[in-house]
């Protein structure tokens, strides 16, 4: 083997058994030195006569985590991987793959061909290569539908969701479950073994797939899940064709050649790089650039929430859901008695799904104690205030909790665009003050974005990133500069709706456009869900006057139309329904409100709509990444993926902006610019990145925090 192969193969004998161990931490994918050293040590074990059978092991907490994901788009070494497990499938000795952790992708499909698979209880198995725009490129699709039958083998394709032991051994994927030893446990499963003639081969298994043949149900079913849970997606497909081949073709190598065919496909496919980019976006947006990797993390074994509503209600699931005791607290003893039945019927209602069992739920339930008084606090090691926005009120309570908690609780708030600093101002432990913004259902959504104020501690905020791991969301870093991130982008996006509104198109061209783009909701939607309501009171309360881009709901909400809390907005709702029904009263309104204003109705195309949507966000995206608001381009992808509903198979709105060239970026927007000269001025960084032909990601690194707009000088408009 050559130096430059990355990762390795240890092998070792026991008796008359030879032991293959993966070595590529810290997860064990298959990269070039792991290809090589399997083929190598495969072909070793079957030339050693003293040896009887083999095991396939990993090293450390991972079996094997898949094909290495960072080689896919770039040409590789070592053996491709197809072969490698053509060797393993052909070896005249036995083989049993011992999972001893996560089997996921090709790790799967490793397992797939040996001959036997046992695992430890904590075994993983699934095929999430969907998630990344792929399939199941090394037999997946061709093998998991013999051992588990094409319905189930579609819905854990299609999904990429993992099972645990206990479900792979039900379902027939494990043969068995280590109690003890998984090592010593394989070498007794394969001694038993050793004197048979033959050992079986999953490409041999024809039963279940024989039996679907001729009825469509299988696939018709899997093509509605396609389309309910992966909407625009490409690799979907190409699954549901793979495992109609697996069902249809009666040589399974045909089936092979198949997959092989679709997998280039997807290969090729934009939306495989865009997803790949949201896979390492994810990772790298979770590393704080100037905090050194060693920085001590707090233990976080318990934790407050201040507030029983809505927002402190999915935080305090989150946090249970991870196994963290949870405190909450409310002044007032019927929020708090609402607040703990609404978690409860949440719990109930996924039991009800099948999503936990009635057992789990009293347990997680059980972590979360309602309290009404601040001095139950004062053990925990972070608290989350939760209650609604108003500066006021959160300096009073961080002030209390300053007083009853202990020096080295960690104060978080859950503030959407409030002033960090004016937190930690009122407290004895600013640098113990982080913003921790999650995004509604916060049971739900996978966004939490972790806002660094200018004296939060490297230690509070790698301690807070590292929690947002542990319960399961996507954290980004972001300055403490209004708006955030997310929000701040958000505010061009519906800015330029609005204007959209006034120059001639109406809600539902806009939102069908922007869906169709890929947006899990257009804006007009979004802001009816929202309600209209909200920006005209407190303009109203201020005695300020409407801009331009507010007169049309302004005018909405002078008529009653507040959105969907009284079924009229943009559109009309019937009866305890989300579903949008057209409002054809309003068009009255949009014409008299633009000719008021000015403004010549036109004809407008949908992809002027998208262009400038979209453009809008990247705009503001790039200031903000000039300011170093946000770390890196990656990571406001990340944000828009995870809480606003861009579609992850477009990557993102700056890596959209990438694939489309900067340059083009910049010829749209000069277009553009003559409607509105002051909103389509690129962002310096912008022009920088296009001049030199560059994309966001070649952006330079911001290494002093820039002097940010304060939040008094603000002006979120558009949300
Ligand atoms: N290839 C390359 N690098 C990988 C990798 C892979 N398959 N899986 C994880 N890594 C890297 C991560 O990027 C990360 O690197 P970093 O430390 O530099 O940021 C490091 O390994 C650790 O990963 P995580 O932070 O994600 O570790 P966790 O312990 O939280 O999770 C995991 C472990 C569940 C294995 C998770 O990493 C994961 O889901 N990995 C991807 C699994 C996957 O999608 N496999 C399919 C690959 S495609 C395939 O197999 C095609 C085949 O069909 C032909």
């Given amino acids: 083997m050559t130096n430059e192969l990355k990762g390795k ?20 994918p298959l990269s070039s030195g792991v290809r090589a050293g399997l083929a190598e040590f495969i072909e070793k074990a079957n030339s050693d006569d003293s040896i009887k059978g083999i095991i396939l092991t990993g090293a450390g907490r991972s079996f094997i985590a898949g ?21 393993i499938e052909f070896s005249n000795k036995p083989v049993i793959a011992a999972i001893n952790g996560t089997a996921l992708g090709g790790g799967l499909e490793t397992a797939l061909v040996c001959n036997y698979r046992m695992g430890t209880n904590k075994a993983i198995v699934g095929l999430p290569e969907v998630n990344l725009g792929l399939l199941p490129g090394a037999g997946g699709t061709q093998r998991l539908p013999r051992l588990v039958g094409p319905s189930q083998a579609l819905k854990m394709m299609l999904s990429g969701a993992p099972l645990s032991a206990e479900k792979a051994l039900t379902s027939g994927i494990l043969d068995a479950i280590s109690g003890n030893s998984l090592i010593e446990d394989a070498i007794e499963f394969l001694q038993d073994k050793i004197e048979l003639s033959e050992h079986p081969k999953v490409r041999d298994k024809n039963e279940k797939v024989l039996e679907a043949r001729g009825s469509e149900n299988v696939l018709t079913e899997a093509k509605a899940l396609a389309a309910k849970t992966r909407r625009g997606q490409f690799a979907p497909g190409q699954i549901i064709a793979c495992v109609e081949a697996a069902i249809n073709e009666d040589d399974f190598d045909a089936g092979l050649k198949k997959e092989s065919e679709y997998f280039l496909e997807c290969l090729m496919n934009p939306q495989r790089e865009a997803m790949i980019h949201i896979f390492f976006g994810e990772r790298a947006a979770s590393k704080i650039s100037d905090i050194p990797k060693d920085t001590p993390l707090m233990s976080i074994n318990s934790a407050g929430i201040v507030g029983s509503g809505t927002m402190g209600g999915g935080i305090a699931m989150n946090l249970a859901n991870a196994g963290i005791p ?26 009800d799904r099948g999503r936990m069992s009635q057992e789990q739920k009293e347990k997680v339930f059980g972590l979360i104690t309602p309290t009404l008084s601040y001095e139950d606090l004062a053990k925990v090691d972070i608290v989350v205030e939760a209650v609604y926005e108003n500066l006021e009120l959160k300096q009073e309570i961080f002030k209390t909790l300053d007083s009853v908690t202990n020096n080295n609780t960690i104060l978080a ?25 999650f995004f509604s259902p916060a049971n739900v959504m996978r966004l939490l974005e972790v806002v660094r104020g200018k004296d939060s501690s490297d230690e509070t905020m790698a301690t807070v990133m590292s929690l947002g791991k542990k319960i399961g969301k996507a954290a980004v870093v972001s300055l403490n500069a209004p708006g955030f991130i997310g929000n701040r982008m958000l505010a061009g996006y519906t800015y330029q709706a609005n204007m959209l509104l006034l120059e001639g198109a109406l809600p539902s061209q806009v939102d069908n456009a922007l869906e169709s783009f890929g947006m899990s909701m257009g804006p007009f939607r979004m802001m009816d869900l929202v309600g209209l309501d909200l920006g005209w009171r407190a303009r109203k309360l201020a005695n300020l006057e409407t801009p331009l881009v507010n007169k049309i709901s302004a005018e909405l909400c002078e008529r009653d139309r507040f959105g969907q809390k009284n079924s009229k907005g943009f559109y009309n709702y019937s009866e305890g329904s989300r579903a949008p029904n057209p409002a054809p009263e309003n068009e009255e309104i949009y014409k008299e409100v633009s000719e008021k204003n000015n403004i010549q109705r036109r004809e407008i195309s949908d992809q002027e709509i998208i262009d400038r949507c979209i453009l809008g966000l990247v705009n503001e995206g790039a200031k903000i990444l000039e300011e170093g608001v946000a770390q890196r381009s990656g990571d406001m992808d990340i944000v828009y993926i995870n809480g606003y509903g861009f579609p992850i198979w477009r990557g993102g709105p700056m890596f959209y902006a990438n694939q489309l060239g900067l340059e ?21 960084l912008l022009q920088k990145l296009a001049d030199q032909s560059a994309t966001f990601g070649e952006a330079p690194a911001v290494n002093e925090r820039a002097e940010l707009l304060s939040f008094e000088q603000a002006n979120m408009g558009g949300v």
């Fill in 9 to 28: 193969v240890n092998y070792s004998v026991n008796g008359n058994i030879a032991i293959l161990e993966v070595d590529n931490p810290p997860v064990n």
């Fill in 67 to 87: 094909a290495d994901i960072s080689e896919f788009g770039k040409s590789f070494d070592g053996p491709d991987l197809n072969s490698t497990l053509r060797d």
């Fill in 326 to 351: 949870v405190l909450v607290l409310d002044q007032d003893e019927k929020n708090l008695e609402r607040g703990m039945g609404v978690i409860e019927k949440n719990y109930q209602m996924m039991v």
């Fill in 413 to 437: 708030s859950n503030t959407s665009g409030l002033d960090i600093d004016a937190l930690a101002s009122v407290t004895n432990r600013p640098g113990k003050v982080v913003g921790t913004h």
């Fill in 664 to 684: 083009e970026v910049i010829k749209k927007m000069n277009v553009f610019s003559e409607l509105d000269k002051e909103f389509w001025k690129p962002a310096p």
